[in-house]
């Protein structure tokens, strides 16, 4: 393993937008046979969205659907002028406080961010 604190490890998740998150993770367990490995939604306290991640080896799909239509209005904009699709990559580093200092420090723009 490289020192090197912005060194890329790989691809932690791809989220999708999708209308229907249930539906699609249905579809993506009997079509490409990925397995549950967590939900959030309404039965977790999450009032706004459902999100169902699947996947198998290092493959994660988290398939995101708001609950309606005011409910979570990014996701629905997404989809009215999209339909389904790639919302966000999560990309896995060394370091990741390293990494986004760095980014910065060249003039990148920050964004909301998950995990660090």
């Known amino acids: ?16 937008y999708v209308a229907n998150a249930r539906q699609a993770a249905h579809f993506y367990r009997t079509a490409l046979g990925l397995v549950p490995i967590a939900y ?33 209005p990014e996701i629905s904009r997404h989809i009215a002028a999209h339909g389904d699709g790639v919302h966000d990559i999560a990309l896995r580093v060394h370091d990741a406080r390293a990494h986004s200092t760095k980014r910065l420090a060249a003039a990148a723009k920050p964004c909301k961010n998950r995990r660090i």
Do not use: C
Request: charged content about 20%; glycine content about 10%.
């Open 40 to 72: 959030s939604g309404l039965e977790t306290g999450v009032r706004d969205r459902a999100s169902w991640l699947v996947g198998r080896g290092q493959v994660q799909f988290l398939l995101t659907s708001s609950l309606a239509p005011d409910a979570a």
């Open 1 to 16: 393993m490289s020192s090197d604190p912005l060194e890329f490890l790989g691809i932690d998740y791809v989220e999708f």
